[in-house]
């Protein structure tokens, strides 16, 4: 093993010095003029392999340290063009969502109201519904000019009314809320009852003669007795009739034709 290693050494040193003559060689008769000796040709041929290997690496080098430079730039551009699509794809969600507010906003306001009350836009912030409580929080209060029991609609319908007014926000009671009770008829046959809040999206409207002329999809509306809505504003729609063989009412299952579930935007009626 040690003559060997030797002998590496020695083959490596000789190479090596070859290889520094020859440089100098070609160095100096480059400063000559007329034609190369056969000992320069000669050694030009020996050391030309070399010199070879010796280009094609640094060219090597070159073309792999410029091809990572352009990637690194291309990685940099796509970083960029990515930020920019996500920056562009977030204004054109705002601009969507801001479409579709206006035009919520834009059927509410079309409505043909029954009441020459003064009104004012407000949208929810947030909900507190258990099983049988069903309220939201709007962000319009007192400085709006807000007051309790002021009465909430949508282009649909009525959603409930203000019990709790805040200089900046109000808790609204919504009519599916089992506190909430409206005097009510039913818009064909005008016979009277109340609507109470039953929960889970749901009314009953109560205290409903025996002889009245009720039928499923009737709809149902405000009498305008109470003084917290106005009359004629659409209530729900009749969905079952419970008649029992004893008693002096009949129980109405009613859906509320506004969709609770789904508010963001409603009117306030302003008191006069």
Known sequence: MQKKNSKGK?????????????????????????????????????????????????QKTEDLFDGYIFLTNVSQENETLKKEIEKLQNQRNKLIENIFQLQREYNILQRPMESNRKSIMASVIGKDSGQWLKTVIIDKGSEAGLVKNSATVTDRGIVGQVIEANPKSSKILLISDNRSAIDAIFQRSRYPGVVFGAGKQMCKMRFVS??????????????????????????????????????????????????????????????D
Request: neutral net charge; hydrophobic residues 45%.
């Open 10 to 58: 020695k083959f490596f040193t000789t190479l090596s010095f070859i290889l520094i003559i020859s440089f100098a060689l070609i160095s100096f008769s480059q400063k000559l003029r007329g034609n190369p000796t056969f000992f320069q040709s000669a050694i030009t041929t020996l050391i030309f392999p070399f010199q070879t290997f010796f280009d094609s690496a640094i």
């Open 210 to 271: 025996m002889e009245a002329d009720v039928k499923e999809g009737d709809k149902i509306i405000s009498s305008g007795m109470g003084g917290v809505f106005p009359k004629g504003l659409t209530i729900g729609t009749v969905s079952k009739i419970i008649k029992k063989k004893q008693g002096l009412f009949q129980e109405i299952e009613v859906v509320p034709n506004v969709d609770l579930s789904r508010l963001e935007e409603m009117l306030v009626l302003l008191p």
